[in-house]
C-alpha cells in the first residue's frame, strides 16, 4: 500500500508533528460526541463505531511506538 520509498515529511520539526496530532485528536473526540453508537467506514476493516476506531487507532499508536523503540517490543 505504501511506496518503497517514505513519504516525505509533512511537518517540519517534532513540535509541529505533535501540534497536527494533538488538533487531531481533539476534531477525533469532537466528530464522535453525541454520536458513539454512530458508525464510519474503514477501508480496510469496514463499518467502526466508537469504542472500535479507539480500539484500532489505539493498537496503531502501539504499533509505531514500539517500531521507534519507544516502547518494548512484545514478545509472542
Do not use: Y
Not at 464510519?40 to 463505531?49: E, H, K, M, S
Amino acid at each position: 500500500m505504501l511506496p518503497d520509498e517514505p513519504l516525505p515529511l509533512r511537518s517540519a520539526d517534532m513540535k509541529s508533528a505533535m501540534a497536527k496530532l494533538k488538533a487531531e485528536i481533539i476534531d477525533f473526540f469532537a466528530h464522535w460526541e453525541g454520536r458513539k453508537s454512530e458508525t464510519l467506514r474503514n477501508p480496510l476493516f469496514g463499518d467502526l463505531d466508537f469504542e472500535l476506531w479507539v480500539a484500532l487507532l489505539h493498537k496503531h499508536c502501539q504499533h509505531h511506538l514500539r517500531q521507534f523503540a519507544v516502547l518494548p517490543r512484545v514478545a509472542g
